[in-house]
Nanobody, 126 residues
Framework: VQLQASGGGLVEAGSSLRLSCAAS???????MGWFRQRPGKERESVIA????????RYVDSVKGRFTISRDRAKNTVYLQMNSLQPEDTAVYYC?????????????????????WGQGTLVTVSS
């Protein structure tokens, strides 16, 4: 199973960016999520989606700005990021949980995800 993330880049504050992550290989996806690691910080959760019903969960810092969606036919998850701020600068990682969907309360816990993409860098200039 491989996860291929794309869409990162350099943008100005207030701009939008969409990240994509495609899962290949034999995987029954339960959840996919996005995590990020900001410069000098530890990895943190951002947003996640349950594959079966599209339920989502996100951290407060991205509420109203980031949305996650999925294309089940393509095994692809998208992260739409609007109103980007310099503090959103990070390497963004997609992750997949195989099997039954995680309950909402567990969707942002990194250790619940077995597969990880290589990361894509998002840089937001002020």
């Amino acid at each position: 199973v491989q996860l291929q993330a794309s869409g990162g880049g350099l943008v100005e504050a207030g701009s939008s960016l969409r990240l994509s992550c495609a899962a290949s290989g034999s995987i029954g996806i339960g959840n996919m999520g996005w995590f990020r690691q900001r410069p000098g910080k530890e990895r943190e959760s951002v947003i996640a989606i349950r594959w079966s019903d599209g339920a989502t969960r996100y951290v407060d810092s991205v509420k109203g700005r980031f949305t996650i969606s999925r294309d089940r036919a393509k095994n692809t998850v998208y992260l739409q990021m609007n109103s980007l701020q310099p503090e959103d600068t990070a390497v963004y990682y997609c992750a997949a949980h195989q099997g039954g969907g995680l309950i909402t309360g567990a969707m942002l816990t990194a250790r619940n995800y077995e597969y990880w993409g290589q990361g894509t860098l998002v840089t937001v200039s002020s």
